[in-house]
């Protein structure tokens, strides 16, 4: 992990154990979007789930104090063995103590469901600090484009820059990931706080337009900016 400090932009990305799958079906897909926003606030209850199940997707009960965040959510994508986040660090420590929270959670909750034992994830979360405009455009490209597009299933990365329409429309359609909101129609959301990147991709044309002239098939951007986190 790099160091950073309050109001640094971090791009963070979290793998499985032995790269074993961390989700196993659409009910762990949707929980880890729920717990983007669930475990994203100082104030914890064991009972969250239960309760939350009563009053919909992501509302929070009323009698609960209000909402506290740990950071700021600019991006996310779930892969079946790892997942990418966007943060922005916005107090000492957060985004620490909501990757222990998010980890902590998956966890505890696979095993529970799946009778296993142990983290279900290698090691400690991995971090690179985000130093530049230039590095966090292409970044948020890298987490909400190329990680979906490896999912296509029309031929994943290599498919996806043959059909690059096709399989733009086919990833807005993923639901685990955030590039919907930056790229299609998806509206208001409870997640994210768009921050910096809100204002770099001031629209849907202009974030597909940056996506589409990406080279995602070369280990480095043009600019020798390391993205991959390995």
């Known amino acids: 992990m790099e160091p950073f400090t309050i109001d640094s932009f971090v791009h963070v990305v979290k793998r499985g154990a032995r790269g074993m799958h961390i989700t196993k079906n659409k009910s762990d897909q949707w929980r880890f979007v729920r717990l983007l926003y669930f475990m994203n606030d100082e104030f ?27 950071v700021k959510i ?33 966890t505890r909750h696979f095993n529970e469901k799946y009778q296993e034992k142990g983290s279900i994830f290698q090691g400690a979360y991995k971090s690179r ?9 292409y970044v948020g490209a890298y987490v909400m484009a190329k990680n979906p597009f490896e999912l296509y299933p029309k031929g994943g990365l290599e498919g996806a820059t043959k059909d690059f329409e096709d399989a733009w429309q086919w990833a807005v359609d993923y639901p685990f990931c955030s590039l919907a909101d930056y790229g299609g129609g998806r509206g208001y959301s409870v997640i994210l706080d768009k921050d910096l990147l809100g204002e770099i991709f001031i629209s849907p044309k202009k974030f597909k337009e940056f996506c589409q002239s990406c080279k995602f098939t070369d280990v480095r951007h043009p600019s020798n900016l390391q993205i991959d986190l390995v």
Not at 44 to 68: F, I, S, Y
């Open 44 to 70: 914890a209850d064991e009972n969250w789930e239960r309760k939350n199940n009563k009053q919909g997707l992501l509302v929070r009960p009323m009698n609960w104090p209000t909402k506290r965040p740990l």
């Open 74 to 106: 600019l991006a996310y994508c779930l892969m079946p063995n790892h997942f990418h986040l966007i943060l922005k660090e916005i107090r000492e420590g957060g985004v620490s103590m909501f990757m222990k929270k998010l980890g902590e959670s998956m």
């Open 129 to 137: 600090t985000i130093n530049s405009d230039e590095y966090l455009r």
